[in-house]
């Protein structure tokens, strides 16, 4: 098991030095620079920016310093913004991605797996067909419409929440709301697919000969090789969310992480693109190392195969 | 198919497909919507007294009228025109990019499945890198590269959305390429090439058709996303992002201009996953997901 965890993170830091690298490539190529947008700075200030945050050395020798500062936690500082590191504006916006992304994945997980776990225990019935049907809806709807709509009703109509903004304790609600319910969508058919293939299988029918309750088979031995569909969605799932749906928090106006990888990559803001690529990976990297750990331990058919 | 005449011993499997497709009311249904929703959108703005552009200040924003079936937004533009036209964009961006994607994974899994076991290696990690990349910041780099020009916005996402179609495509090549056909065809002295393409693509297309079906919707939404915040479709231009955007900003005083583009939007989708469901269960009748 220990080899197993081993050699998957050092997939997983692989796996973060090629985003890094990759990252790193596709910025340099991109026309414009990080101070494009401050235009009446004179040459010689411009050269000193850029000199200062190292962005006048060969560029390998930039790679490789992102590299090693990543790896020490001893962030940059963007040229951008003088004075703050890219770790303290992450830090910053993590906990509002983070909050709003977890409380839409319990949102999605408790609306979802009993919608799906009803469908495919009640096959074919009204019961199925109604939950597939609202599961095809949450999937179709995309979160630009269904956000204004939750703030238009709950924020501007009822007066319950904020319609937008980041002020009080609660303001949480209506986006974790709009994520988790178009997840729970996705989630729900995911249980009923991965259910109705398990109760199908030959042990389930040797549970049912030597007489178990339905109860007992569902939960003792159906549920747990059921979850693994819904388990390797969640992992890039997890980290999506947690690091910012972009749109939602546009919509809500959030000041979460989505706003950061859409203003560093407009921006050209080198310093903070490499770190919030760097920090999603991490997290991508960290969720499927979970989801791995848990399905090995959930299916012995997998097991801690390295 | 007990009443099939004994003769018939086997039957073409894309006839039988086909069948077992139109067996489904749901997706025919499905079809019905997407056929009738692409028909709109294309034929309608030759219909319309109205350019999807042309302002009319004087009106400004009106509710839906018998003149102006959608209403008209802040500019006096007729909305049931501009919804047809940015169906056409996003119609096309979806059909387009998922062509990018699919032709990139399905080449990308099919050369990655038959190569050796490094080869295979190598290209299969680069797509874990990939996968553990923010595609967002991908797209808009890469939309910052080529410009925010309208052919190229297709091609930016399919170049972000071909990852799972390769997984997809790879999967299926290592389990095909062990069978006896394959083996007999090597040992006839066919080449890499050959197996690729006469033995390994028609055998793969089934899971593709599947796939990208219901890649379709999920790049439509992509699409969406970019125009939603300004880095798609440039006005006064507009597809149904740009559209559902400017009707979220003002939705509560002139809600016609979110309903209606959000409508058309949501029903494309519906339709394109409904149809996503029928050809997974007409092409793979083992499966029961979904």
Known sequence: MFRFIFSRVLQGLAVILGVLCITFALLKNAPGSPLQSERNIPEHIRAQRMAASGLDQPLPVQLWRYIVSFATFDFPVSVRTPGRGVDEIILEAFPVSAQIGLSALVIALALGIPLGALAALRPNTLDDRASMVAATLGICTPSMVLGPLLALVFGLKLRWFNASGWYDADDWVLPALTLGIIYSAYIARLTRGGLRETLAQEFIRTARAKGASEMAIIFRHAFKLACLPVLNFLGPTAAGLMTGSIITESVFQLPGLGQHFVGAAVNRDYDLAMATAAFYALLIVSFNLLVDFLQALLNPRIGFKA | ?290
Not at chain 2, 14 to 37: C, D, E, I
Not at chain 2, 66 to 94: E, F
Not at chain 2, 99 to 120: C, H, N, P, Q
Not at chain 2, 250 to 261: D, R, V
């Open chain 2, 1 to 290: 198919m007990s009443t099939a005449p004994v003769s018939r011993v086997s039957e073409n499997p894309w006839l039988q497909a086909w069948r077992r497709l139109v067996r489904n009311p749901v997706t025919v249904a499905a079809m019905m919507l997407l056929v009738a929703l692409v028909l709109i959108c294309c034929a309608g703005p030759l219909f319309s007294p109205y350019h999807p552009n042309d302002q009319d200040l004087e009106l400004k924003a009106t509710a839906p009228t018998r003149s102006h079936w959608l209403g008209t937004d802040t500019l006096g533009r007729d909305l049931a025109t501009r919804v047809m036209h940015g169906g056409r964009i996003s119609l096309l961006v979806g059909i387009l990019a998922t062509a990018v994607a699919s032709i990139i994974g399905v080449g990308y899994g099919l050369i990655a499945g038959l190569s050796g076991k490094r080869v295979d290696a190598a290209m299969m990690r680069l797509v874990d890198v990939l996968y553990a990349f923010p595609f967002i910041t991908f797209v808009i780099i890469l939309v910052v590269i080529f410009g925010r020009e309208f052919w190229l916005i297709f091609i930016a996402i399919g170049a972000v959305e071909w990852l799972t179609m390769a997984r997809v495509v790879r999967g299926q090549v290592l389990t095909l390429k062990n069978l006896e056909f394959v083996l007999a065809a090597r040992a006839a002295g066919a080449g890499f090439w050959h197996i690729l393409f006469k033995h390994m693509l028609p055998n793969v297309v089934g899971p593709v058709i599947i796939y990208a079906s219901l890649t379709v919707p999920g790049v439509m939404m992509l699409e969406a996303t970019l125009s939603f915040l300004g880095l798609g479709i440039q006005p006064p231009d507009a597809s149904w992002g740009v559209l559902i955007s400017e009707g979220a900003a003002s939705m509560e005083t002139l809600p016609w201009m979110l309903i209606g583009p959000s409508v058309f939007f949501s029903a494309t989708l519906l339709a394109l996953n409904l149809i996503g469901d029928g050809l997974r269960d007409a092409l793979d009748p083992k499966s029961t997901q979904g």
